[in-house]
């Protein structure tokens, strides 16, 4: 099946500081990248779409100075966390659907740490 | 908006049990519906899911049937293994899963025992 990876599997940072998530699809291609971050105990909440060679779509109440998001490939979408806090820290996790495809495929997330 | 509701865990099981794991939706169109799993220190796998109403979805043994009527895609299992411990989540999208995000339950925990 298809596989998506997120890099790196787990970041601690200092506050003010910013962090780059990568998300990549490994063996197809997604005009389509979606961001979510989950909470202890709680669902995942869509953050964003993410659209190749576009800007990419935010859900209400996601700023898009915080979260800034570039999907510079077919392969590739970035989701950076300018000045965390944190507030911040938290499981983000992107999935893709094959172009097409009705099914999406997720990486395995990453755990921001803010100190 | 569009939400999922689903029963909160943990669920505690015996291996060869019969498991229902219970999620109702609100949309305001006729959403395609899923179950993903999630099994410790891996990504989110689609288990199955039904684009329409009485489609029933099934993979590995679980199965679950799109309810129009009820709003409700319970999942269920006849003998869950100690393989199937994992957490699951109950989900759905207006737009048939490929143009545009799901919107999630918070998961329900399942702890199989032998």
């Known amino acids: 099946g298809a596989v998506v990876s997120q890099h790196p599997s787990r970041v601690i940072c200092k506050s003010g500081t910013s962090v780059k998530i990568e998300c990549r699809s490994l063996?197809?291609?997604?005009?389509?990248m979606f961001w979510y971050r989950q909470f202890p105990k709680k669902s995942l909440m869509l953050m964003a779409t993410s659209n190749e060679g576009s800007k990419a779509t935010y859900e209400q109440g996601v700023e898009k100075d915080k979260f800034l998001i570039n999907h510079a490939s077919l392969t590739l979408s970035t989701l950076t966390v300018t000045s965390a806090h944190p507030e911040d820290s938290s499981f983000y996790i992107c999935?893709?659907?094959?172009?097409?495809?009705?099914?999406?495929?997720f990486g395995p997330g990453t755990r921001l740490t803010v100190l | 908006g569009d939400s999922v509701t689903q029963m909160e865990g943990p669920v505690t099981l015996s291996e060869e049990a019969f498991l229902t794991i219970n999620c109702t939706y609100t949309?305001?169109?006729?959403?395609?519906l899923f179950w993903y799993v999630q099994y410790p220190g891996e990504g989110l796998q689609l288990l199955l899911k039904a684009t329409k109403a009485d489609d029933k979805g099934s993979n590995k043994g679980f199965e679950a049937t799109y309810r129009k009527e009820t709003t409700s895609f319970h999942l269920e299992k006849g003998s869950v293994q100690v393989s199937d411990s994992a957490v699951y989540f109950c989900?759905?999208?207006?737009?048939?899963?490929?143009?545009?995000?799901?919107?999630f339950g918070k998961g329900t925990h399942l702890i199989i025992q032998p």
């Open positions: 063996d197809f291609q997604a005009t389509t």
């Open positions: 949309a305001t169109g006729y959403p395609s």
């Open positions: 999935s893709a659907p094959v172009v097409g495809g009705d099914t999406q495929y």
């Open positions: 989900a759905l999208t207006e737009s048939g899963g490929g143009a545009d995000g799901l919107t």
